[in-house]
């Protein structure tokens, strides 16, 4: 039996998360899966209430677990970074989860706001380290306050870091290759040289101390994956290409802050935050990985019921594929697809007038449809 501990967080969380565990709940059963929900207060309300971001207790509690799914923290009662810092970076931080995966693609169906571009283009993977660079919080303040303040931050790139990252990154341009080619998949004239590719996104011409590391580290392991195309691009040329040609990518290796960035650009090439999910990876599963969405809590449409629920879904799919379920993964994004590509119902953010509830009932609905 596995063991998932749910978050659900601030401001649209809870709303999202209740979607998100109804299909789990039908599709653990129907594919005979056992998966035991472990609620945990943590977040605002609990910040408010009792003082405390994250008890050692409740840490501890959740080290034990197979998985973690995070609904959004943030609230703007709560002073920046309290929470941010304190739940979610600590997370990630503690339990070791030094990938951050953010897959980018266009669901059929799904406007994006890139002219002349479809489904067939927009398509990729961002692996993001997530574990050292401006994250790690190393810094400090010199005369704060004063007209002569000095406010240092400091970027940490490590040997070890920096590899583990970017052979993830090779290794799924491999896995996504491999799984082409079995498919048969033939090559469109713009897809041609997308996949197998692995494009390394830092600033080497600037940073050159913290990304010379990076595109040295970079070099030495495209060395063992001949059959992977390694590129590499500059942050500015990236976001500029990422709207330009999307298609160019297929598995992207990057910084935390860079990745921050970008994969936002990339949510909104898919359609935007409430589509968007994304994995807190932990590799070496010494700790449990962690799932969310990518939109955060939203504060301004919380407790309306129109938070779109797909971003939390698709992030209980990515939950399923870490946890080895596969085929239950793959029936919960056919479903998601299939809701998208009848084009409703859907919330207000891909302009519809749905409730968060329909829209988690469509793909629901869909689910049993195809129940073996």
Same mark, same amino acid.
């Given at each position: ?181 079995? *498919? ?159 084009? *409703? ?28």
């Amino acid at each position: 039996m596995a063991k998932l501990g749910v978050i659900e967080g601030d401001g649209v969380g809870p709303e999202v998360i209740r979607e998100a565990l109804g299909v789990l709940k039908f599709v653990a059963e129907s594919e005979g899966l056992e998966i035991a929900i472990v609620p945990f207060d943590l977040g605002a309300k609990r910040f408010h209430r009792t003082g405390e971001v994250l008890p050692d207790g409740e840490r501890d509690a959740l080290l034990k677990l197979d998985a973690i799914l995070l609904g959004a923290v943030g609230d703007p009662t709560v002073p920046p970074g309290v929470l941010e810092k304190g739940l979610l970076l600590k997370l990630r931080f503690d339990f070791h989860q030094y990938i951050n995966l953010r897959p980018v693609r266009l669901y059929p169906g799904v406007e994006t706001p890139i002219r002349g571009k479809g489904p067939a283009d927009i398509d990729f993977v961002v692996v993001r380290e997530n574990n050292e660079d401006l994250y790690v919080g190393a810094g400090g303040f010199t005369r704060k306050g004063t007209s002569e303040e000095v406010a240092i931050q400091t970027s940490i790139n490590t040997r070890v870091g920096v590899e583990r990252c970017v052979r993830y990154a090779f290794e799924l341009a491999r896995t996504r290759a491999s799984e082409r080619a079995f *498919a048969g998949l033939a090559r469109s004239a713009v897809d041609q040289g997308k996949r197998g590719r692995t494009t390394l996104v830092a600033k080497t011409n600037v940073l050159t101390y913290a990304h010379d590391l990076w595109m040295r580290t970079f070099n030495e392991v495209a060395v063992d994956y001949p059959e992977i195309e390694a590129d590499y691009q500059h942050v500015d040329a990236c976001c500029m290409r990422m709207i330009v040609s999307p298609e160019r990518f297929d598995v992207i290796a990057t910084t935390n802050m860079f990745g921050d960035i970008i994969t936002d650009i990339g949510a909104v090439l898919q359609g935007g935050m409430g589509l968007a999910a994304s994995g807190n990876l932990n590799p070496d599963r010494t700790a449990p990985s962690m799932f969310e969405p990518v939109h955060g809590s939203a504060p301004d449409i919380a407790g309306k019921g129109i938070a779109n629920p797909i971003a939390a879904i698709l992030s209980i799919a990515m939950m399923l594929d870490h946890l080895g379920s596969t085929a239950a993964a793959k029936r919960v994004r056919e479903a998601v697809a299939a809701v998208l590509a009848a084009g *409703a119902p859907r919330t207000p953010d891909l302009g519809g007038t749905a409730s968060t509830a329909t829209v988690g009932r469509a793909v629901l609905d869909q689910l049993k449809k195809g129940t073996r």
